[in-house]
């Protein structure tokens, strides 16, 4: 199986399945963010206590890459310091903004890394950081309650 079928079905697998999408009521931070060049919307929860990320729960509409791409990111955070969590954030950051030059480190993004073609179609871009820069956001919002 080539590599981008791969990277195709995991996309297709978190668009089909997940993760965390159900708000949880305990959080710390609540998030919206919407991608106005696509219609992708997203409302994420973050609840962080002494440093760590203990759940990030969202739901939202949109497309495949922002559905998929928001359930890597949310999947990836839990139990992370927030250090952690937003230098993988970055990471991400840094793979979209690539244009298909990087492959992205799979020690750090996991599944994320399945996403490194959407950096090649730069129309795609912000669909794929809306839950991450969601993400960025709630962490930040936490942090100064």
């Not at 060049?37 to 939202?60: M, P, Q, R």
Request: net charge negative.
């Amino acid at each position: 199986m080539e590599l981008d079928s791969l990277y195709q079905e995991v996309i297709l697998d978190h668009y089909k399945h997940p993760l965390n999408k159900k708000l949880q009521s305990d959080f710390t931070a609540q998030v919206h963010h919407v991608n106005p060049s696509c219609g992708d919307e997203i409302t994420l929860n973050v609840n962080i206590s002494a440093g760590i990320v203990k759940s990030v729960s969202w739901d939202g509409v949109g497309c495949s890459i922002s559905q998929a791409s928001t359930s890597i990111a949310s999947d990836l955070m839990i139990g992370k310091s927030l250090d952690e969590a937003l230098k993988i954030v970055d990471s991400f950051s840094d793979l979209m903004s690539s244009k298909g030059t990087m492959v992205g480190n799979e020690e750090i993004l996991e599944d994320g890394v399945a996403l490194a073609g959407v950096s090649k179609f730069p129309a795609r871009i912000k669909c794929a950081l809306l839950g991450w820069m969601a993400f960025k956001d709630a962490a930040i919002q936490s942090s100064k309650n």
